[in-house]
T-cell receptor
């Protein structure tokens, strides 16, 4: 069965410090990995997906198949980064529909001034 | 509308009552998903539609849960004889096709008392 693990429920960093939100997955095939973000009182929205290899709002994430990880990183945290972050996996038809997602439990990122 | 719209935003139901949750996807979006998000958890997949066809309902927790999308646009998630463990936020998402970005609604928070 596919699974996404985010080991930290809460991560607190100082403004300007580096951020790393951890995500590990288990999946037998070739997964597609995503990071979703939910800012306070807003809806869940896509931050980035591994196939795009983009940097969004200064965040990057590299898929490491050997370690089955997809950690989210940003070199310098900003106050507006405070949010709930969810790592998600899309593995095709089984386990979630054609591109239904399997989510981790989420990490609440707090930015201290 | 500009985004995925869900109604009602909040619903309080007495145990044993039937409820119906509505989702208006983005116009023209072929794919529609329902997720259940319990407190402190990530969203969990319930069911997936491609147009009016329900192609995957493997995530529905029991036969008390039923979803439909009769004309391939608006979808309704119905829960019969609600129980306390059904209390959660129910999220709807739509996308224009397979492997395209899914856009989420703001969710319906269901509380069963």
């Amino acid at each position: 069965a596919q699974r996404v693990t985010q080991p930290e429920k809460l991560l607190s960093v100082f403004k300007g410090a580096p951020v790393e939100l951890k995500c590990n997955y288990s999946y037998s095939g070739s997964p597609e990995l995503f990071w979703y973000v939910q800012y306070s009182r807003q809806r869940l929205q896509l931050l980035l997906r591994h196939i795009s290899r983009e940097s969004i709002k200064g965040f990057t994430a590299d898929l490491n198949k050997g370690e089955t990880s997809f950690h989210l990183k940003k070199p310098f945290a900003q106050e507006e980064d405070a949010a709930m972050y969810y790592c998600a996996l899309s593995g095709g038809y089984s386990g979630g529909g054609a591109d239904g997602l399997t989510f981790g439990k989420g990490t609440h990122l707090i930015i201290q001034p | 509308g500009a985004g995925v719209s869900q109604s009602p935003r909040y619903k309080v139901a007495k145990r044993g009552q039937d409820v119906a949750l509505r989702c208006d996807p983005i116009s023209g979006h072929v794919s529609l998903f329902w997720y259940q998000q319990a407190l402190g958890q990530g969203p969990e997949f319930l069911t997936y539609f491609q147009n009016e066809a329900q192609l995957d309902k493997s995530g529905l927790p029991s036969d008390r849960f039923f979803a439909e999308r009769p004309e391939g646009s608006v979808s309704t998630l119905k829960i019969q004889r609600t129980q306390q463990e059904d209390s959660a936020v129910y999220l709807c998402a739509s996308s224009s096709g397979i492997n395209t970005e899914a856009f989420f609604g703001q969710g319906t928070r269901l509380t069963v008392v």
